[in-house]
């Protein structure tokens, strides 16, 4: 029963939703007591020969009038117990969503996205069940059970009400057994379902890949010991839930055969009349609810107390990048300053930087180029606070970026990622994501900076076709430049590309590179490539080897270098030679 106490917070913000609830509740049972009473009443006055029909008439209205009663104070009991439930429901889906949104890089490093959304289904699904039926079973079963045992003592017989229910015990105690050996074998089943979901998510996501390995039958086969693994952990939930109306069922069958036993040996000795005994079995038989109640309830809280525990230790996880107390909540804007001594991933004891220091002067165009994994991406993470540095500092107009509100540090800034995320909606709505209030004119403009205006409108639907999830109807170099369109629309102090221009061929990258010089005089731009045509054009260049700085200037002071820029530029420029000479060869 700790979900109730653990919900406590939820039921007193809802208490007059739940008070009036259970009151309309604790009614409805109330009332359902009053029929079998007057069967028997009816019965005796029927072996008495005292019944007439005018009476007959009286009590069949009187019991329609307790049915209509009964009909109305279900419906509204119902409307503000299983209401309230859904807003739990809603509560906590907004909250996880939310506390998703606050979390930083490092912990989607380490959680699995099936994993996360079995959490705001599922789990919050058990949890809802708990608030809703749970107090639903909890209250009527006690009320219920209570109501009937008082009736049967007082108004019928208080010994064969012992005798009857003598049985009951031995049901509380295996219950709460079951109930016990539920919340362990529920909680590995919703962690089996979350790798399940996980699977499914990630083989959707990587459809293409698969296709391409000729990987198909090899992930059906993972597929179906994930499946069999969730099957045989619910199972081993369902032998025990399974339990649970068997048990119950034997224990009422006991109930009725002592109540039958024993009564009818009162209706011998005159202790009791056949009408009393009749009222006294269905009012007998109102007790097989509570009893049924009773195990649900354990089934119900037990799948509720251990997804809550789910949530609860997920909702525990504390951003690691926060807003400092006192933090400036103006949009910064300036000079760029890097003074990064070293920086470490968290869990990683090799640096990922290190003595990494220069200015950018505002307006100005920063390029960074190197190897593979020589740390160009880790830089501008840096800059966006993704990660926070223990042994160094970056600053925006002299500010520190710490002592500015993630909110202005990220709202001075526009990214375009490696891997482009694009949403299942229409292509304008992509391009507005980050100014959803933009003009469709706004919109053409952005696109028509990025170089894809023109492909959009080779669409059938223009600019209303929907992309699949993650931008799957677009080739990459099109969701590229959808990406780059959603930057440029946002118009940033500070617009970074993290290899963003590596889909495009060399013709797009020169138009979209002269329109960027164009339209964003006297704002900071950040570009990290691999093919250096793409930053021959910065005001400053600097190359990356295993985390340092090993050469920096503009494009004509690093040729003049004659170090690594100047033998990749060699390299490329004789490549697109080839290129080049090759289509001519063609035509």
Known sequence: MRI????????KQEKYKYLFGILFLMASSFLSLIPPYVVGIVVDDMKNGSLTPIMLVKWILFLVLVGVVYYFTGYIWRQLIFGSSIILANQL???????????SPNFYQKRRIGDLMAH??????????????GILTLV???TMGAMVIVTMSVLISWKLTIIALLPMPVMVVLTMYYGSQLHKRFGSAQEAFSGLNDKVQENVSGVRVIKAFGEEKAQINMFRKASKDVVNKNLAVARIDSLFDPTITFIVALCFFLALAFGSGFVINGTLTIGLLTSFTLYLGRMVWPMLAFGFLFNVVERGSASYDRIRRLLAVKPE???IEGASAVVPTGDIRYDIQSFRYPGNDRPALNRIKFSLKQGETLGIVGKTGAGKTTMLRLLLREFDLQN????IGGVPIRNVTLNALRSAIGYVP???ILFSATIAENIAFARPEATQAEVEHAAKLANIHD???????????VVGERGVTLSGGQKQRVSIARALLADPEILIFDDSLSAVDARTEVAILQALKKERKNKTTLISAHRLSAVEHADLIIVLSEGSITEHGNHEELLEQGGWYAEMYAHQQLESQVTEGGKSDES
């Open 4 to 11: 109730f106490i653990d919900l406590w917070w939820f039921f």
């Open 93 to 103: 889906r907004n909250d996880l969503y939310k506390h998703f949104t606050r979390l």
């Open 120 to 133: 705001a289904t599922n789990d919050i699904n058990a949890v809802q069940g708990a608030a809703g039926e």
């Open 140 to 142: 009527d079963s006690l």
């Open 321 to 323: 990048i926060t807003d």
């Open 392 to 395: 160094g500092s970056i600053e």
């Open 418 to 420: 490696q891997d482009h």
């Open 455 to 465: 492909d959009i409108l080779n669409f059938p639907d223009g600019y209303k076709t």
